[in-house]
């Protein structure tokens, strides 16, 4: 492994006294890593979600060319999003409402 690059990164916090200045030095191992305050940090993504079009080439790659039904069954459940949990806001009304419409539609 080589050397990692060292970071240091000094930001104004107060008004314009010297010891208004906080100090930061971080080590940077690759684009993956980076050690802060001697704790490692790694970058970690998330999953994407498949696009609608891959679920689609996926169904009809298969051999078999299964039916209809498991191709909408497939966008349901790695396409559309899941319910939001109801706890009083509005606007997850909404978003289930157009979650279960959506489902409708494909059916």
């Known amino acids: 492994m080589t050397n990692p690059e ?6 104004k916090y107060g008004s ?3 010891m208004d200045y906080t100090m930061r030095v971080y080590q940077k191992f ?3 890593t980076v050690m802060i305050d001697g704790v490692k940090y790694q970058k970690i993504e998330e999953p994407k979600q498949k696009a609608l079009l891959e679920i ?3 169904w ?3 051999d078999d060319n299964p039916p209809c039904e498991i ?3 497939m966008i349901e459940s790695e396409w559309l ?8 806001e509005e606007y997850q009304l909404g978003w289930n409402a ?4 959506l489902r409708k539609k494909l059916k």
């Open 98 to 101: 157009c979650l279960e419409y």
């Open 56 to 58: 689609i080439r996926e």
């Open 6 to 11: 060292i970071i240091v990164e000094r930001k």
């Open 81 to 88: 999003p899941n319910d939001d949990p109801h706890d009083g």
């Open 60 to 62: 009809n790659d298969d």
């Open 71 to 73: 191709l909408v069954d």
């Open 30 to 32: 690759d684009e993956e």
């Open 16 to 18: 314009s006294s010297a």
